[in-house]
C-alpha cells in the first residue's frame, strides 16, 4: 500500500465524526462511514426509509430480515451503485488484511467480547459490524457509528472478538466497492427516481416483499398503536425474563423507526438536491421530530427494566406517546403529499 493511500485513510479515521444512523443496523450504519470515504454518501439512499415498515407484533427475526429484503429490492430494482466483497479469513491472514489497508473494512465481531473492554459494546452474544482503519503498535483503529465507539482496541481483543465460537461467519471481512470507481458524481437521474419511488410508497400506506403486503408508513404506526398489547405479549411470551423482553423490545423499536428516520433526515439536509430546499429541511424537521418521540418510547422501555414497572402502566405511558407521535406523523404524510405534488406540477410543466 503506497504512503499517499495511508495517509488518507489516517486523515479520514482522524477526521471522522459520526452522524445519525445511516440505515436500519449496523451494518448500514457503519457501511454510511465506506461510502463517505469513497465520497459517495449519496449512495446511501437505497438503504434509507422515509416510512417504518410494520408486519406484525412479533418484531422477530423474521422481521428484521423483511427489513433487509426491502432495502435489497430497492437497490437492485435499477443498475447497483455499489457492491461488497466478502473474504473470509483465519488468524494468521487476518492481520495482514487489517495491518495496512487500502481503504476502511468492515469487520465481523461479537460485541459480548469488547464489552468487557468498552461498556458502550451491548453484552450480548450477537454478531456486529464495525470499521476497522489499520493497526497502529498493537492497536487497531475503530470506528463504529452504530454504537458510538471512536478509538484504539487493542488487535488481541478484537482479534477475539473477530473468532468468537458464539457467533456466525466468523473472520468474516466486507470491503465496499463503487460500482462506478473513481466518478464522484453518483446517477442523480437514479437515485431522483428512488427517491420519488419511496415517497410513493409511503403514501400508498403498503410495500410488496416476496409477495406479501406489510403496512408501511403511517398505516404501519396506527397499527403499532393499536397492537401495541399484543406487542407485550408476544415478546415476553418468547423471552425466559421481563428484562430480557424489554431490552430486546426496546431495541427492535429503534430498528422499527427510529434509525430510519435520523438518517433519512441527514440525507435529506446534506444531499436531496432532487427537493426543493427549504421542502427537504422541513420534511428532516419533522422526521426528526418523529424519531425523537419514538426514542421516548424506547427510553420508556429501559426505566420499566429499571423500575420494575407494572406491565399495564408501561403499556399506557407507551400509548400516550404513540398519540404524539401519530400526530406528527400525520404531519410528514402531508408534507409528503405536497413533495410528490410538487414534483408532478414540475414534470407537467417542463
Not at 107 to 134: A, E, K, Q
Not at 225 to 254: D, V, Y
Not at 276 to 302: F, G
Amino acid at each position: 500500500m503506497n504512503g499517499e493511500t495511508n495517509t488518507k485513510l489516517q486523515r479520514f479515521y482522524r477526521d471522522a465524526h459520526f452522524r445519525s444512523k445511516m440505515g436500519h443496523n449496523c451494518l448500514w450504519s457503519n457501511a454510511s462511514l465506506l461510502l463517505r470515504y469513497c465520497n459517495g454518501e449519496r449512495y446511501a439512499l437505497p438503504y434509507l426509509d422515509i416510512g417504518p415498515l410494520y408486519g406484525g407484533p412479533n418484531l422477530d427475526s423474521d422481521f428484521l430480515n423483511r427489513l433487509e429484503k426491502l432495502k435489497e429490492e430497492q437497490s437492485t430494482r435499477l443498475e447497483p451503485l455499489f457492491t461488497w466483497r466478502r473474504e473470509q479469513y483465519d488468524p494468521a491472514s487476518l492481520r495482514l488484511a487489517i495491518d495496512r489497508p487500502d481503504r476502511p473494512r468492515l469487520l465481523r465481531v461479537d460485541p459480548y467480547i469488547l464489552h468487557s473492554r468498552h461498556p458502550v459494546f451491548p453484552p450480548d452474544h450477537d454478531y456486529h459490524y464495525l470499521v476497522v482503519c489499520g493497526v497502529v503498535e498493537e492497536e487497531v483503529c475503530v470506528l463504529d457509528q452504530y454504537f458510538g465507539f471512536k478509538g484504539m482496541l487493542p488487535y488481541e481483543l478484537l482479534e477475539q472478538a473477530v473468532f468468537s465460537p458464539a457467533i456466525s461467519g466468523i473472520g468474516e471481512v466486507l470491503t465496499l466497492e463503487l460500482c462506478d470507481e473513481g466518478d464522484e458524481t453518483p446517477d442523480m437521474e437514479w437515485l431522483n427516481r428512488l427517491f420519488y419511488q419511496k415517497l410513493e410508497a409511503y403514501l400508498k400506506g403498503s410495500v410488496l416483499i416476496d409477495g406479501v403486503h406489510h403496512d408501511y408508513g403511517l398505516q404501519s404506526l396506527i397499527r403499532f398503536h393499536k397492537e401495541l398489547p399484543l406487542i407485550f405479549s408476544s415478546f415476553f411470551r418468547q423471552h425466559q425474563t421481563r428484562e430480557e423482553a424489554l431490552g430486546l423490545l426496546s431495541r427492535r423499536i429503534n430498528i422499527f423507526m427510529t434509525n430510519e428516520r435520523e438518517g433519512m433526515a441527514h440525507y435529506l439536509r446534506h444531499h436531496a438536491d432532487f427537493l426543493p430546499r427549504r421542502a427537504a429541511d422541513e420534511l428532516a424537521a419533522l422526521l426528526l421530530q418523529s424519531a425523537r418521540k419514538m426514542k421516548q418510547i424506547s427510553y420508556a422501555l429501559t426505566k420499566a427494566q429499571l423500575r420494575q414497572e407494572e406491565t399495564g402502566k408501561i403499556i399506557a405511558k407507551i400509548m400516550k406517546i404513540c398519540k404524539d407521535l401519530l400526530f406528527t406523523e400525520i404531519e410528514v404524510h402531508y408534507a409528503i403529499e405536497q413533495s410528490l405534488y410538487c414534483n408532478r406540477w414540475n414534470n407537467r410543466t417542463t
